[in-house]
């Protein structure tokens, strides 16, 4: 993952990726994954993302890490928060409200500051990221809740990357169950065919794409599984 090439992204507003309202496979299956109302939930890569605003409605404390600072200040300001800041550590923490979000580098989130997180959220980190960088990111997250392992509500895309790439990238239900199953169950909760693409896969020839949602929940001896 270039960091330039994201941040480049934000600063051209080249954000096809950003959603203009809640996630549907979110609005759809949260509610009966069972994670208590007042509960912390943690977004990788959040971006400006709406989702953490209906996560909030339903009394959820939302805990994120963006690399764009200008994707943090947009989301406070769409809705219409003033966010205090202070530096923790190599990140700056953004917060306001139900809403606590770290400018920075993910690498660079410690299991302190994720200690009350009791789910994880990923819609569009692991597909944004390419296969090295997502044995990372998996080892990260599982690094991260080592103590306390969160289940994981995973939404990914499958789709013939030999046509055209990512990001999003495709990431097959065998790479999930590598990079997770050794602390997770894997339970695929939707799977279904996406016949609006981006605009780069229309033009690739690719006019249909899948999208597939999981939850990952952690098995009982997975505090003492491996973070590789």
């Known amino acids: 993952m270039d960091p330039d090439f994201w941040q480049e992204r934000w600063r051209n507003a080249q954000i096809g990726f950003h959603q203009p309202k809640p996630n549907a496979k979110l609005t759809a299956h949260w509610p009966a994954l069972g994670f208590p109302a007042a509960s ?34 947009d989301f406070f300001a769409g809705q219409n928060l003033i966010a205090e800041t202070r530096q923790v550590g190599s990140l700056t923490l953004k917060s306001a409200g139900p809403y606590e979000l770290y400018c920075g580098d993910f690498f660079a989130m410690s299991p302190d500051l994720v200690a009350g997180v009791r789910a994880i959220y990923d819609r569009a980190a692991l597909v944004a990221l ?5 044995r990372s990111y998996a080892a990260h997250i599982k690094s991260l809740f080592a103590a306390a392992p969160a289940p994981i509500f995973l939404i990914t895309l499958e789709y013939d990357q030999s046509l055209v790439d990512g990001p999003p990238h495709a990431v097959p239900r065998a790479e999930v169950a590598e990079l997770f199953g050794a602390v997770y169950d894997i339970d695929e909760r939707h799977r279904a065919e996406d016949r609006s693409p981006p605009p780069k896969f229309v033009d690739a ?24």
């Open 40 to 73: 912390d939930v943690f977004i990788p890569l959040c971006g400006k993302s709406l989702d953490m605003v209906w996560l909030a409605e339903r009394g959820h404390r939302v805990i994120g890490v963006e690399l764009s600072e200008l994707a943090i200040d």
């Open 130 to 134: 390419p296969p090295r960088m997502r």
């Open 205 to 228: 020839g690719l006019h249909s794409i899948t999208e597939v949602a999981y939850l990952l929940e952690p098995r009982a001896n997975a505090a003492e599984g491996g973070t590789d």
